[in-house]
């Protein structure tokens, strides 16, 4: 007779792991970090928009909360449980809260806000509960709200942009620009000033760092649903239902398709029903619980995107969900013996996803007439028979726009711009865009923007649109007033000495003005002294010798390459020589 | 929705060796037991002269069935020995005199169609034919219903990894059990049968197409690779997609093992009782693995002696049943039952290292039983929440544990859980 130890079964163990989970996560995630990194450093680094530091910012915007998790674990692991902090920490997957907070972060946002907001997401959201498997919200969405929160001030118009998207987008995220016309509207108004909903597929548009791009997140869903990582019940449920509310939405303002898949595009819904509604530890465990779960979450994130003043609903959606999983679970443990038992519940939800589209739908249509653009202006009015002169601006890219529109017997015949300081606004001189807005002023809408100057182009067109409707409207007032012109480029001092005229001009720079002297002897510049600074990045100009460049080349001076770093400043310099070129021209030819 | 998880099946290995017969041992232990009912009135006593088949006593509550002397010899005592539960239940002892003499010897039934309905009955009740699946529960009580009987399923599935004692069997007879399944259609007024196998079992698949053309109401139905499809009721959703709450006959259905309908047709066609099983003898911590048919009440401790055996290290676990729902026992002195289909000696697992549970779902998912494991562990003590978690559906397969990615022994907190529930109703 042989004795034994005695053990439980079963004796068999499988090859699953949570750590082999959690690893398929990173892998889920990998792609998106890349993406974020291409999109948010290596483009704008690309375009000389940033430096060495603006390359790397999208990689730091992620790692550095993610190491913050990991040091708070492995702290509180070794100060207050008073175990293996390594061992610890191995088995509590730490740095995820960090990873997924700086994923939903924008790209501007502080260091120091990241850490903190790590610091909190970890101790507040995971630690305190209990540590990993124990805690009821998403630690990485209780990091996110304490930011929102403790910074809300912080968070200005332009955090989320990345320096390319500055100059190329004019609007802040979509889902802020949406707010504006209280998150609903037509394809032009959400989609256009962004480019189109392809690049909120692919995600090229502001936003969060790892959020923008639906597209990754469908392959990651794929990948986590294949290997059994995630339950995809969630996100399908979940967008399901924010997609079909969108529709009915659409469909009582004529916006239809476009516009549900504005919704489920934007705002990180993607991101958020693939990586945070599906987080294991705060998300229900049964099928008819997951369904309940990601229906509701499609429910609240449509009432908080339209009938609150917070344009974002998946972080506050899920936060709110999560607190009810463990209710939504009993529901779910009844409904597995017999599936009638969660009849009521589906039937619940499934009115209140009708009854709210329908209110949000109708509710909107009252108030559609008054829309009113904050960003116009009219400075004058003159009439004079059949014609009225207008004095407006606009807001355009980084500065507003000043124009004179003369409108005669109804039809416009003039715009001129009197000021403007946007970049690239080359690009819309190049392209005549002007006259193409004359010329189609009786279907403006349907005239498509300048590529690559997405903001100024909107804006002129935005400024023909409500200068128009004015003249409509009260074409008869007139209104007086002044218009302040602060000119691009002027000629303050202009000294002749014999052959030698010396010009004492200014410019405007990058963040400053700049002050010239230029001396031209024949209508060759001889010398230019800077007499005034004060751009960013001088130094870069200063270095690559760049005036001696420009005089060494003034004969094709169009063709000049600008400074990589300092384009705006090189940019003026350039311009300068080349108005003041045509001044002198212009001067001694009268 | 039927849920199983595929685990690989390590059936390979006791496929190895031909089935060997072990039906002369010295002693044979009959455990007074019958399923794990311990009430039985016994009718011998020490010196007493038993038959091969004579009744050496009887289960006194529901579904009276007989226990058999299944060697003819002396009763020489009673015993105390380990029962496939792991506990130790008192044996008749008797002393083979190698001589197999029967009572009296009934003649060969020729044909089996013709039996009739309460002849059955009684033949399976007094040939002592249990499940030989697992359960041990009486067969006849299954036929003697009043509800009308529409199917006849044969599991063949045996789902369970290691074990391959219903293949082999399957194998040898296929030809004998389509006519025992013909028979019952028969006698029960029954319309059609199915064979639920496994489809990657193709051996035997085709060893019933072999014969099967003459039986049109009998049908094979490939079941998915899956752990736990031979439960009874997962086969039965599977293959008639209805569902029931605790017997199947709640569908008009009847559910047998494979072995079962063999006994079955043994006993109808030579009157024999059922007094021997085929055993799967396995598993990486003996020698010599195989399927072994072996009378009732003979030791395990003497087939792997002669055998199979141990292989030279102190970690093995003896295990009575398969690797997801045996029991590890203390030692290997062991009898052999109606209801053990296998005995698997491993060496001893790695301790996985058991972390926190990360709410996953994998065993809500997985759960054939439709429970929510992990819901279950959380309550385990509380058996006011445990009522609505209906604990008691669990049938203990082992898959919550096995799937867990955190490693956590779930099945022990339901077993709690259950226990919980017991003394709440005591």
């Given at each position: 007779?042989?004795?034994?130890?005695?053990?439980?079964?079963?004796?068999?163990?499988?090859?699953?792991?949570t750590?082999k989970?959690m690893?398929?996560?990173?892998?889920?995630?990998?792609?998106?970090?890349?993406f974020?990194?291409?999109?948010?450093?290596?483009?704008?680094?690309?375009n000389?928009?940033?430096?060495?530091?603006?390359?790397?910012?999208?990689?730091?915007?992620?790692?550095?909360?993610?190491?913050?998790?990991?040091?708070?674990?492995?702290?509180?692991?070794?100060?207050?449980?008073?175990?293996?902090?390594?061992?610890?920490?191995?088995?509590?997957?730490?740095?995820?809260?960090?990873?997924?907070?700086?994923?939903?972060?924008?790209?501007?946002t502080?260091?120091?806000?990241?850490?903190?907001?790590?610091?909190?997401?970890?101790?507040?959201?995971?630690?305190?509960?209990?540590?990993?498997?124990?805690?009821?919200?998403?630690?990485?969405?209780?990091?996110?709200?304490?930011?929102?929160?403790?910074?809300?001030?912080?968070?200005?118009?332009?955090?989320?942009?990345?320096?390319?998207?500055?100059?190329?987008?004019?609007?802040?995220?979509?889902?802020t620009?949406?707010?504006?016309?209280?998150?609903?509207?037509?394809?032009?108004?959400?989609?256009?000033?962004?480019?189109?909903?392809?690049?909120?597929f692919?995600?090229?548009?502001?936003?969060?760092?790892?959020?923008?791009?639906?597209?990754?997140?469908?392959?990651?869903?794929?990948?986590?649903?294949?290997?059994?990582?995630?339950?995809?019940?969630?996100?399908?449920?979940?967008?399901?239902t924010v997609?079909?509310?969108?529709?009915?939405?659409?469909?009582?303002?004529?916006?239809?398709r476009?516009?549900?898949?504005?919704?489920?595009l934007?705002?990180?819904?993607?991101?958020?029903?693939?990586?945070?509604a599906?987080?294991?530890?705060?998300?229900?465990?049964?099928?008819?619980?997951?369904?309940?779960?990601?229906?509701?979450l499609?429910?609240?994130?449509?009432?908080?995107?339209?009938?609150?003043?917070?344009?974002?609903?998946?972080?506050?959606?899920?936060?709110?969900?999560?607190?009810?999983?463990?209710?939504?679970?009993?529901?779910?443990?009844?409904?597995?013996?017999?599936?009638?038992?969660?009849i009521?519940?589906?039937?619940?939800?499934?009115?209140?996803?009708?009854?709210?589209?329908?209110?949000?739908?109708?509710?909107?249509?009252?108030?559609?007439?008054?829309?009113?653009?904050?960003?116009?202006?009219?400075?004058?009015?003159e009439?004079?028979?059949?014609?009225?002169?207008?004095m407006?601006?606009?807001?355009g890219?980084?500065?507003?726009?000043?124009?004179?529109?003369?409108?005669?017997n109804?039809?416009?015949?003039?715009?001129?711009?009197?000021?403007?300081?946007?970049?690239?606004?080359?690009?819309?001189?190049?392209?005549?865009?002007?006259?193409?807005?004359?010329?189609?002023?009786?279907?403006?809408?349907?005239?498509?923007?300048?590529?690559?100057?997405?903001?100024?182009?909107?804006?002129?067109?935005?400024?023909?649109?409500?200068?128009?409707?004015?003249?409509?409207?009260?074409?008869?007032?007139?209104?007086?007033g002044d218009?302040?012109?602060?000119?691009?480029?002027?000629?303050l001092?202009?000294?002749?000495?014999?052959?030698?005229?010396?010009?004492?001009?200014?410019?405007?720079?990058?963040?400053?003005?700049?002050?010239?002297?230029?001396?031209i002897?024949?209508?060759?510049?001889?010398?230019?002294v800077?007499?005034?600074?004060?751009?960013?990045?001088?130094?870069?100009v200063?270095?690559?010798?760049?005036?001696?460049?420009?005089?060494?080349?003034?004969?094709?001076?169009?063709?000049?390459?600008?400074?990589?770093?300092a384009?705006?400043?090189?940019?003026?310099?350039?311009?300068?020589?080349?108005?003041?070129?045509?001044?002198?021209?212009?001067?001694?030819?009268? | 929705?039927?849920?199983?998880?595929?685990?690989?099946?390590?059936?390979?290995?006791?496929?190895?060796n031909?089935?060997?017969?072990?039906?002369?041992?010295?002693?044979?232990?009959?455990?007074?037991?019958?399923?794990?009912?311990?009430?039985?009135?016994?009718?011998?006593?020490?010196?007493?002269?038993?038959?091969?088949?004579?009744?050496?006593?009887?289960?006194?509550?529901?579904?009276?069935?007989?226990?058999?002397?299944?060697?003819?010899?002396?009763?020489i005592?009673?015993e105390?020995?380990?029962?496939?539960?792991?506990?130790?239940?008192?044996?008749?002892?008797?002393?083979?005199?190698?001589?197999e003499?029967?009572?009296?010897?009934?003649?060969?039934?020729?044909?089996?169609?013709?039996?009739?309905?309460?002849?059955?009955?009684?033949?399976?009740?007094?040939?002592?034919?249990?499940?030989?699946?697992?359960?041990?529960?009486?067969?006849?009580?299954?036929?003697?219903?009043?509800?009308?009987?529409?199917?006849?399923?044969?599991?063949?599935?045996?789902?369970?990894?290691?074990?391959?004692?219903?293949?082999?069997?399957?194998?040898?007879?296929?030809?004998?059990?389509?006519?025992?399944?013909?028979?019952?259609?028969?006698?029960?007024?029954?319309?059609?049968?199915?064979?639920?196998?496994?489809?990657?079992?193709?051996?035997?698949?085709?060893?019933?197409?072999?014969?099967?053309?003459?039986?049109?109401?009998?049908?094979?139905?490939?079941?998915?690779?899956?752990?736990?499809?031979?439960?009874?009721?997962?086969?039965?959703?599977?293959?008639?997609?209805?569902?029931y709450?605790?017997?199947?006959?709640?569908?008009?259905?009847?559910?047998?093992?494979?072995?079962?309908?063999?006994?079955?047709?043994?006993?109808?066609?030579?009157?024999?009782?059922?007094?021997?099983?085929?055993?799967?003898?396995?598993?990486?911590?003996?020698?010599?693995?195989?399927?072994?048919?072996?009378?009732f009440?003979?030791?395990?401790?003497?087939?792997?002696?002669?055998?199979?055996?141990?292989?030279?290290?102190?970690?093995?676990?003896?295990?009575?049943?398969?690797?997801?729902?045996?029991?590890?026992?203390?030692c290997?002195?062991?009898?052999?039952?109606?209801?053990?289909?296998?005995?698997l000696?491993?060496?001893?697992?790695k301790?996985?290292?058991?972390?926190?549970?990360?709410?996953?779902?994998?065993?809500?998912?997985y759960?054939?039983?439709?429970?929510?494991?992990?819901?279950?562990?959380?309550?385990?003590?509380?058996?006011?929440?445990?009522?609505?978690?209906?604990?008691?559906?669990?049938?203990?397969?082992?898959?919550?544990?096995?799937?867990?990615?955190?490693?956590?022994?779930?099945?022990?907190?339901?077993?709690?859980?259950?226990?919980?529930?017991?003394?709440?109703n005591?």
């Open positions: 007779m042989k004795t034994f130890d005695v053990e439980k079964g079963p004796f068999l163990n499988s090859k699953n792991k750590s989970m690893l398929h996560l990173f892998i889920a995630l990998l792609p998106i970090i890349i974020a990194f291409y999109k948010n450093g290596i483009i704008p680094y690309k000389g928009l940033t430096d060495i530091k603006g390359l790397f910012l999208p990689l730091m915007v992620v790692i550095l909360p993610a190491l913050t998790s990991f040091l708070t674990e492995m702290l509180y692991a070794s100060i207050f449980l008073k175990v293996d902090a390594l061992k610890y920490v191995k088995n509590s997957f730490s740095f995820y809260p960090g990873l997924f907070l700086g994923l939903i972060m924008p790209l501007n502080p260091f120091s806000m990241l850490i903190l907001g790590a610091f909190v997401a970890t101790l507040v959201g995971k630690l305190l509960f209990g540590g990993f498997g124990n805690n009821i919200f998403n630690p990485a969405l209780v990091g996110r709200i304490f930011i929102i929160t403790a910074y809300a001030i912080t968070f200005g118009k332009y955090v989320y942009h990345n320096s390319y998207e500055l100059d190329t987008i004019a609007s802040s995220t979509p889902l620009n949406a707010s504006l016309v209280e998150g609903i509207g037509s394809y032009n108004e959400l989609v256009r000033p962004y480019g189109s909903l392809m690049n909120f692919v995600g090229t548009i502001p936003g969060a760092v790892g959020e923008t791009s639906a597209l990754l997140c469908i392959v990651a869903f794929l990948y986590l649903t294949l290997t059994k990582t995630i339950k995809w019940r969630i996100p399908v449920f979940y967008v399901s997609f079909i509310m969108a529709f009915i939405i659409g469909l009582f303002n004529d916006l239809e476009t516009y549900s898949l504005f919704q489920i934007s705002g990180g819904l993607m991101f958020g029903a693939v990586f945070m599906t987080d294991p530890v705060t998300s229900p465990t049964t099928f008819v619980g997951q369904a309940l779960y990601g229906i509701s499609g429910i609240l994130t449509i009432v908080f995107r339209h009938l609150t003043p917070y344009p974002e609903g998946v972080l506050t959606s899920i936060l709110t969900m999560n607190m009810l999983v463990f209710i939504i679970d009993k529901i779910g443990v009844r409904a597995r013996f017999n599936i009638k038992r969660s009521p519940y589906f039937s619940t939800l499934i009115i209140l996803m009708l009854g709210i589209s329908c209110y949000i739908g109708i509710g909107y249509r009252k108030g559609n007439d008054t829309e009113i653009d904050p960003n116009f202006e009219i400075y004058s009015k009439i004079n028979g059949n014609t009225v002169a207008y407006v601006g606009e807001k890219y980084s500065s507003t726009l000043k124009a004179k529109i003369v409108i005669t109804d039809k416009v015949v003039s715009y001129e711009i009197l000021e403007q300081n946007d970049s690239y606004y080359s690009k819309i001189t190049q392209a005549n865009y002007l006259n193409t807005l004359i010329k189609n002023q009786a279907k403006l809408n349907d005239v498509d923007i300048v590529a690559g100057v997405t903001f100024t182009s909107n804006g002129l067109k935005k400024m023909l649109i409500n200068t128009i409707d004015d003249y409509k409207e009260n074409g008869n007032e007139e209104i007086k218009v302040v012109i602060d000119k691009d480029f002027e000629v001092e202009h000294n002749i000495n014999g052959n030698i005229h010396e010009y004492i001009v200014t410019k405007k720079g990058f963040s400053s003005k700049l002050k010239l002297n230029i001396t002897i024949d209508n060759i510049i001889t010398s230019v800077v007499l005034e600074q004060n751009d960013s990045y001088y130094g870069k200063l270095e690559s010798d760049y005036i001696n460049y420009l005089l060494a080349n003034q004969s094709k001076l169009e063709d000049v390459d600008t400074v990589a770093g384009t705006i400043t090189s940019t003026s310099l350039k311009q300068a020589l080349i108005e003041t070129l045509k001044v002198h021209i212009g001067d001694t030819n009268g | 929705m039927v849920t199983g998880f595929k685990i690989s099946g390590k059936k390979n290995m006791s496929l190895k031909k089935l060997t017969e072990y039906l002369n041992p010295e002693y044979v232990y009959i455990p007074l037991i019958s399923g794990y009912d311990t009430n039985i009135s016994v009718f011998v006593k020490k010196n007493d002269y038993v038959y091969k088949g004579t009744t050496l006593g009887k289960r006194q509550g529901n579904f009276p069935i007989p226990i058999l002397s299944t060697v003819s010899g002396t009763v005592g009673f105390e020995k380990y029962y496939l539960n792991g506990e130790k239940i008192k044996c008749v002892v008797i002393q083979n005199d190698f001589k003499l029967v009572e009296k010897k009934i003649p060969i039934c020729d044909d089996i169609t013709k039996i009739s309905k309460d002849n059955f009955i009684d033949i399976l009740k007094n040939n002592a034919i249990v499940g030989l699946g697992g359960a041990n529960f009486p067969t006849f009580a299954k036929y003697d219903t009043d509800k009308n009987i529409k199917t006849l399923i044969i599991n063949a599935v045996e789902c369970e990894p290691y074990i391959t004692a219903d293949y082999t069997l399957a194998l040898d007879h296929a030809e004998e059990i389509l006519e025992g399944v013909n028979a019952i259609l028969k006698i029960n007024n029954i319309s059609e049968a199915y064979i639920a196998i496994k489809k990657t079992n193709t051996k035997i698949i085709n060893a019933f197409n072999k014969y099967i053309g003459t039986f049109p109401n009998i049908k094979i139905y490939l079941m998915p690779n899956l752990y736990p499809m031979g439960w009874e009721k997962s086969i039965v959703e599977e293959i008639l997609k209805k569902s709450d605790r017997l199947p006959i709640e569908v008009n259905t009847v559910v047998n093992n494979v072995s079962t309908i063999y006994a079955i047709y043994e006993s109808l066609k030579y009157s024999k009782p059922l007094l021997s099983r085929i055993v799967t003898f396995t598993g990486e911590g003996i020698e010599k693995t195989l399927n072994i048919k072996a009378k009440g003979t030791l395990v401790s003497e087939i792997i002696k002669k055998y199979c055996k141990y292989k030279n290290t102190n970690d093995l676990l003896f295990i009575a049943g398969g690797p997801m729902m045996g029991n590890s026992m203390k290997d002195d062991l009898v052999i039952t109606p209801n053990l289909n296998c005995v000696v491993l060496p001893k697992l301790q996985e290292n058991c972390i926190e549970c990360l709410r996953c779902g994998l065993c809500v998912k759960c054939p039983a439709k429970l929510a494991p992990v819901l279950i562990k959380n309550d385990c003590e509380n058996p006011d929440e445990l009522k609505k978690y209906e604990v008691n559906r669990c049938i203990e397969c082992g898959l919550c544990t096995y799937v867990c990615p955190s490693k956590i022994r779930v099945r022990d907190y339901v077993q709690k859980a259950k226990d919980t529930i017991r003394k709440e005591k």
